[in-house]
């Protein structure tokens, strides 16, 4: 539904929209009752860990040392070296044993990712379903939402997505 000017739950609570006033996916509180929506529940798990600098993983402080935050990233189709300071991702950081673990059981980590020792981040947006505005608001994209847009009141945001604005790329084998 609407309600003053923005997407809104019929029943909403307080804590159904964060400090920015962002509307954020429900995670079921009534047990027993249907099928857990574990999608809304790693959206919650994701939204502590980026906002926390929690691992991914485990939920347990992401590994800090003087080069900064260690995040692991993906899917990196270009060199590494051309990475721009300022890369966004919806990714957060990882601990020591979790990126180890990861390591070993991906043994093309150094192809397939690229690990980062980040030393300062900011929250830019969110990344979630956009509604399109109207008397009866309907799901109309899966996008990705900085916080300065208008289109920010129009989303159930399922993630944080943060920017990575100061990091140094590292060996996988010293991170
Ligand atoms: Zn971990």
């Not at 739950?9 to 962002?22: K, L």
């Not at 600098?53 to 260690?70: I, T």
């Not at 070993?104 to 505005?133: D, K």
């Amino acid at each position: 539904m609407v309600r003053r000017g923005r997407l809104a739950y019929t029943d909403e609570r307080s804590y159904d929209r964060d400090a920015r006033g962002v509307l954020w996916r429900r995670i079921p509180s009534t047990p027993g009752k249907g099928k857990p929506d574990f999608g809304a529940v790693h959206a919650l798990r994701q939204r502590l860990a980026m906002a926390n600098a929690l691992c991914q993983v485990c939920g347990k402080p992401a590994d800090r040392d003087e080069r900064g935050v260690l995040w692991l990233l993906g899917e990196a189709s270009d060199a590494p070296g051309s990475w721009p300071q300022g890369l966004e991702t919806a990714h957060p950081p990882v601990c020591r044993p979790c990126a180890s673990l990861a390591a070993r059981s991906c043994p093309h980590l150094g192809r397939r990712h690229v690990a980062l020792r980040v030393r300062s981040w900011t929250q830019v947006g969110v990344h979630g379903a956009l509604y399109r505005p109207g008397p009866r608001p309907v799901a109309v994209d899966a996008v990705g939402i900085p916080f300065d847009s208008l289109a920010v009141r129009w989303v159930i945001a399922g993630q944080l997505i943060v920017r990575l604005d100061r990091f140094t790329l590292v060996d996988p084998t010293e991170m």
